[in-house]
């Protein structure tokens, strides 16, 4: 049985016992299932053995087709935050709902892919239609997700606690000796536990640091940052012995260019960031709508390659998409398998009428006698919000 979280898309062969398909099932369907007629052009039939080679090839192109715009959904899912009311606004199909795109007179378009043309050459167009869309998606989404990672690598820098954080904002000119040959700040985060005992040890860790030099500079809920004046000549000394009682260096060396770099590449990284964002957004809305219209042309010539193998010609055929209710699905499918029941003779057995040479037919025996409903059928996998 089809899902009950997809759009089903119905063929069956539009002769006398199909006039009034639509108004007889409609009236036995229980609301509020969605049913609606699709139309499905006479394309040109070509050979069997191409449409068979096209029934082979077009499962294919569905899953690459369906997998593609998961992706863009999924794009426009972490750009939203995971919001399911701002991703309703961007999963439209021509600034409307993808349910009102495929059940309010769905129409082939015609001036995009003409029905002049053999059924190989609309697949092939669809096809690097969204080959192209997949291909741009990916090369704005890597570029994307390269600015964002370098942003939050900026921004990590700034928060954490003080072992860790960047020091830029924090230390200031005061805290720190310049240009003195001999002398220099070591700034040290101490353990808020520790922090006694750093006053305590500090002077003694090695010889040359300067007495009642330490200063508190700043404090988080973890750490204390102390900046303490040693000699040069002892700096990998006292780096040492800082290790070895748990007090942690930073390593850190005051300039004004450096922390106006800081803020303009900052700065930067985030309006591009910004921009970025906003392309990427209008793209996969864009590109969503245009690449959930190329699938169901895709599945209307799935339906119609289907429809011609297993009912024959003429290629004449009915069209209905319904959106089944989910607890009403099983109803649903009944009603349809019991109101398609007389196409039973024709769905079992035409396709093998084709051609009767030993040959062909054990060509092509396992494609002809597989399973499937007295009428074609696929389906359209609803957008989770």
Request: hydrophobic content about 40%; proline content about 4%.
């Amino acid at each position: 049985m089809p899902s009950d979280q997809s759009t089903w898309l119905i063929a069956v062969p539009q002769d006398g016992d199909s006039e009034s398909l639509l108004p007889e099932i409609t009236s036995k369907l229980a609301q509020p299932t969605r049913i609606a007629e699709l139309g499905i052009p006479s394309f040109k039939t070509g050979t069997l053995d191409s449409l068979i080679a096209l029934s082979e090839e077009l499962p294919k192109q569905d899953a690459f087709f369906t997998a593609t715009i998961a992706k863009i959904v999924d794009t426009l899912r972490n750009l939203l935050n995971n919001d399911p009311t701002k991703l309703t606004q961007h999963v439209l199909v021509n600034e409307g709902s993808v349910d009102d795109y495929v059940l309010q007179g769905w129409k082939w378009n015609d001036s995009r892919y003409g029905v002049q043309r053999s059924l190989r050459e609309m697949v092939d167009v669809l096809n690097k239609e969204m080959a192209s869309i997949d291909n741009v998606m990916k090369a704005k989404l890597n570029n994307y997700n390269i600015v964002k990672g370098s942003l939050v690598q900026m921004q990590r820098k700034k928060t954490g606690n003080l072992s860790a954080r960047s020091l830029v904002g924090i230390v200031s000119k005061e805290d720190i000796i310049k240009d003195s040959e001999y002398l220099e700040t070591c700034l040290v985060a101490v353990p808020k536990i520790l922090v006694k005992e750093w006053s305590l040890k500090y002077e003694r860790l090695t010889s040359m640091v300067v007495p009642r030099s330490s200063s508190l500079i700043a404090s988080d809920s973890e750490y204390t940052l102390f900046g303490v004046v040693i000699f040069k000549r002892v700096h990998d000394q006292f780096i040492q012995k800082c290790r070895e009682n748990k007090f942690i260096v930073r390593d850190f060396i005051y300039s004004e260019e450096q922390i106006t770099k800081e803020g303009e590449e900052l700065e930067m990284a985030d309006t591009t960031e910004k921009e970025l964002w906003t392309e990427l957004l209008r793209l996969s809305r864009t590109n969503f709508s245009e690449s959930f219209q190329i699938l169901v042309h895709l599945k209307i010539l799935r339906l119609f390659v289907e429809s011609v193998l297993r009912y024959g010609l003429p290629a004449n055929y009915l069209g209905l998409a319904i959106r089944p209710e989910p607890k009403y699905t099983k109803k649903t499918f009944s009603v349809l398998t019991n109101h398609l029941s007389y196409l039973s003779p024709r769905s079992s057995g035409r396709a093998r009428k084709q051609n009767t040479a030993d040959e062909f037919a054990g060509e092509y025996q396992s494609l002809m006698e597989q399973e499937f409903f007295d009428f074609v059928l696929y389906e359209v996998p609803w957008i989770v919000l």
